[in-house]
C-alpha cells in the first residue's frame, strides 16, 4: 500500500514511454474514447472496439483512433460498464494470450475476482481507475484532456507481473494523467469513503428536496448547491459502481447510520451533535487541495460582482494585470440577484497587492 | 407564505427607504458588525453595543458605526449567538418601548416564542436572517458587502405590526440583500431542509474521512471537497443551531434514516438504490441557481491550465478579450497535480466564440 507518484513530475504527458502497442480499446464511450483521444495526442494509433456500432463509429470519427482490426495487441484497455467489467476482462485475456489487460472501471476487487474464478492467469492483469469523469457521456463527449493532472489509481495484485504494471502506468502517465499504486482492496476502501459514501450522502440530500417549496428554495445558497452537485449524475451508471463495491460501503453507511442514531436522541444539543460537528471540521482539513484543506499560506479576497455582461470578465482582466498569481477562485451567485461575490485565492504575501491592485481599479475588495 | 422579492430589483442598494431610526445594533462580530457597515455605507450610522466590549471596540474601529448610547431607537437589530437569542430580543422589546425589534439569527420559532413566553407584546417584533456569512468571525471580518445579492428572510407572524414587517424589509434592501418574505415555521421548515439537514450530513461525510490513509486521500477529487466544504465551520455556533431548530430538523433526519435502512438492505442493486440515485438526480433539478440546475441556455467550456504563476491570469485575460461574458467559473487541481481544469460556463450561443478565441491564443479548449 504505497502511493507511488514519482515519475509524473519527471515524465512529460504524452510521451508514450514503456506503453506496449498497439493498443485496444474494448468500450467507446466517454471514458473509452477520452483514452483514444489521449494516446493519439501522444502519437499512439489506438485500435477501436464496442458492441454498440454507434459509439465505436463515433469515437472513429472524433479522432479517438482506428476501427481497424489490430493484428496484434500489446495492450487492451477495457472500458465498458461496471456490470460488464468481468466478463470483459477475462475475453480479453483469453483472445490476446500475449497482451497486458487492464480496466478503467470504478471498482477494482471484482473485475480481479472474475479473472481468477475464471481461471484465468491474473500475472497479465492490472486493474486501474482515472479519477475523472463527466456528467456527459457517449464518445461525442470525449476529450484528449480528460486525464490531464487527475489522479489516475494502478492496482496491481499479488500475481501480477512487474512488467504489467509498469504498462499499466505508462498508459496512464501518457493520457496525462498522475499515479497512484495501491492494492485494488484499498483501492476500493478508497473510493468507498471519497466518492461513493459521499455519492450517496449527496443523493439522500439533494432527493429530501423532493416536495420542498419553491419559496423555501428561494433560501438556498452556495453550501447546497455544492453539497449536492455530484447527485446529478447518471443514476443506472452508479447503481453499477455502489452495488459492485457493496463490500466496502456497508461498515461505512452503517457507521453513519449509527451516528445518525445516537444523533436523533441528541439533537437538543447534548454531547453526541458536538462530537459530530467536531468530527467534521476535522475531516475537512484531511482532503488535499485548494478547498478542503485551510492553507495558512493562502488567502481569500472577496470581490463584489455585478452579474452584467462583461463585468466578470473585466474583473478577470483586472486580475491579470496585477501580475498576481491567482491559485483558485469561486463564484457564488444565482440568476435572482443582481450581484455575485467572487472568492479569490492567492498566497498570503500576494493578497495585499491584488486587493490594492482591484481597488484601484474600482472593485469593491473584502478579504 | 408567500416569497416577496419585489422591491430588490427596484429599489438602489443603499436607499435607506422606510428604515426606522436611529438603528442600533445589539452583538458585534462579524454580522452585526456588517450590517453597521452596510448601513453606514447608505448613510445611516448604527449605534453599536456588545458585552464583550473588544468586540464592540473592533466593530467602531473597522467604521461599523459609533459606540455613543442613543438617545432614541427606531430599530434595534439584535446580532447575539443562537443561544442568546430570545433573552435579548426580549431585552430590547423592553429597553425601547417605541421600537422595531429584529434579529438576524439563523433559527426563527424560538426568539419569537421567547417574546411570547416572556408575555411581551410581539408587535413590533419581526424576526429575521440573512442568507450570508463566513468561515472568519469578529467584527475585524466583518464588510458592508456581505449581504449584497443574498436572501434575506422576513418572518413577519400573526402579532406582528405590518410597519414592523416594513421596517426590516428596508433593513435588509438597505442592507444590500433581497428579500424573502415567509412565516418563522415555514423559514426553520425551510433551512432545516436546505441548510441544516445538509451541514449535519456533510459533517458525517467529512468525519468519515477520520483515520483514512493519507494515500487513500490522494485519490480524493473535486466532488468530495464540494460535498465536505460548509463542515468546517464553527462546531460551537452550528451545535446551537442545530439545536435550536431540533423540531424542524427531526422528521428529516428520521427520513435519511429510514432510507440508510432500506439501503442498507438493497446495497446489491435492487429498486431502492435506484430509487434512491433516481430521488438525488430530480431534487439537484429543484435548485434554483447556476450551479445545481442544468441550464439548457449555457454551456461548460473546461480549459486545460499548468499551474504556474500567471497562467490562471492569462487566462482570464484572454478570456476578456474574447468579449463573451463569462457567467460562472470552477476550478479543479489540487497542489500535487501539473494542470488544473477550469470550467467556463457561459451561454450556449457564445460558447463556440470564446472556445475559438481561446483556443487561437493558444489554450486547450473542450466542451
Chains 1, 2 share one sequence.
Not at 504505497?2 to 514511454?17: E, F
Not at 491474473?122 to 487527475?150: C, I, K, N, Q, T
Request: hydrophobic residues 45%; charged residues 15%.
Amino acid at each position: 500500500m504505497t502511493a507511488w507518484t514519482g515519475s509524473a513530475g519527471a515524465m512529460r504527458p504524452g510521451d508514450p514511454g514503456a506503453l506496449p502497442t498497439p493498443v485496444l480499446v474494448v468500450g467507446t464511450g466517454l471514458m473509452g474514447a477520452s483514452v483514444g483521444l489521449a494516446l493519439g495526442r501522444a502519437g499512439v494509433v489506438a485500435h477501436l472496439r464496442d458492441h454498440d456500432a454507434r459509439h465505436v463509429e463515433g469515437a472513429r470519427s472524433v479522432g479517438a483512433g482506428t476501427v481497424r482490426p489490430p493484428g496484434d495487441v500489446g495492450l487492451v484497455v477495457v472500458a465498458v460498464p461496471p456490470d460488464a467489467l468481468g466478463t470483459a476482462v477475462v475475453e480479453a485475456l483469453r483472445e490476446w494470450p500475449q497482451a497486458v489487460v487492464t480496466d478503467i472501471g470504478s471498482v477494482k476487487a471484482a473485475p480481479l475476482s472474475a479473472v481468477a474464478a475464471a481461471g484465468e492467469d491474473s500475472a497479465r492483469y492490472v486493474g486501474s481507475h482515472p479519477m475523472a469523469g463527466s456528467e456527459r457521456s457517449g464518445p461525442w463527449a470525449a476529450s484528449a484532456d480528460l486525464f490531464d493532472g487527475r489522479a489516475w489509481a494502478v492496482t496491481p495484485h499479488q500475481r501480477s507481473a512487474p512488467t504489467a504494471a509498469a504498462a499499466v502506468r505508462a498508459l496512464a502517465t501518457t493520457c496525462g494523467a498522475t499515479v497512484v499504486e495501491l492494492s485494488p482492496a484499498d483501492h476500493d476502501a478508497a473510493v468507498a469513503r471519497i466518492s461513493h459514501l459521499p455519492h450517496l450522502m449527496a443523493a439522500l440530500v439533494a432527493g429530501s428536496l423532493l416536495g420542498c417549496p419553491p419559496e423555501h428554495l428561494a433560501l438556498a445558497g452556495q453550501g447546497l448547491r455544492d453539497i449536492t452537485r455530484v447527485a446529478a449524475g447518471d443514476p443506472a451508471l452508479w447503481r453499477q459502481i455502489v452495488a459492485a463495491n457493496a463490500g466496502q460501503l456497508r461498515g461505512l453507511l452503517e457507521s453513519v447510520r449509527a451516528q445518525l442514531d445516537a444523533l436523533l436522541t441528541g439533537l437538543a444539543g447534548d454531547s453526541v451533535l458536538e462530537t459530530l460537528l467536531q468530527r467534521g471540521v476535522d475531516g475537512t482539513r484531511l482532503i488535499p487541495g485548494k478547498h478542503g484543506a485551510r492553507d495558512p499560506l493562502q488567502s481569500v479576497l472577496y470581490v463584489a460582482v455585478p452579474d452584467a455582461p462583461g463585468r466578470l470578465a473585466q474583473l478577470f482582466a483586472d486580475a491579470g494585470q496585477s501580475g498576481v498569481n491567482v491559485e483558485d477562485l469561486r463564484i457564488d451567485h444565482d440568476p435572482t440577484r443582481p450581484v455575485g461575490l467572487v472568492e479569490i485565492v492567492v498566497t498570503a504575501t500576494s493578497a495585499p497587492t491584488l486587493a490594492r491592485s482591484l481597488a484601484e481599479r474600482g472593485w469593491s475588495v473584502h478579504s
